[in-house]
């Protein structure tokens, strides 16, 4: 999948036509991440050569730096549980709404990994400030859709099923002049 995203996004990036991006989960969560249980053929081992598990590393924050490096604005529709992974994308994404329902964490540390991947320690704090975001990579306790609106992690927060409709209204309208404005 994280493959795909990336063409998806380079696509993206050079279609004149694509004025607003806007991420979403399909079903009832944003994203939950890498599959800690079954991550696959392809799993790295403690013991594997350093320069191996930092290339996937590497590969991993290819993601949300795409995300970030996109020309058009990028808007986060957080509609459920927003962990790891997808907490990196919403991160790196311009534009935060997220319904009531949603969910913030970045559970890696109490699996014993760093709770910094992918970006998370640069973009968090520069969102939340230092202290918040040690806070929520240092415990990785889940942070609910009300302590994240508070803390500044989000834009705004709409029930449910106003966020089914996150290209209604005014802020895509804004967000499109905005794209129209900056590349004409």
Do not use: K
Not at 29 to 52: H, K, Q, V, W
């Amino acid at each position: 999948m994280r493959d795909e995203l990336l063409q998806t996004f380079a696509d993206i990036a050079t279609d004149a036509s694509v004025n607003v991006v806007v991420l979403s989960g399909a079903g009832r969560g944003f994203c939950s991440g890498i599959d800690m249980r079954n991550f696959g053929p392809d799993a790295l081992e403690a013991t594997d050569p350093a320069i191996d598990r930092l290339r996937f590393q590497e590969a991993m924050a290819a993601l949300p730096q795409a995300i970030w490096n996109l020309p058009q604005p990028v808007i986060a529709a957080v509609n459920g549980p927003c962990v790891g992974a997808g907490l990196a994308l919403c991160l790196a994404s311009d534009i935060r709404i997220c319904s009531a329902a949603a969910t913030f964490g970045n559970a890696a540390i109490l699996l014993g990994l760093s709770g910094a991947e992918m970006g998370m320690s640069y973009h968090l704090p520069r969102i939340v400030g230092t202290s918040v975001a040690a806070d929520w990579m240092l415990t990785g306790r889940t942070v609910s859709a009300d302590e994240a609106n508070r803390r500044g992690l989000v834009s705004e927060l709409v029930e449910p099923d106003r966020l089914a409709r996150p290209c209604d209204g005014d802020r895509v309208d804004n967000c499109r002049d905005c794209r129209r404005s900056v590349c004409n």
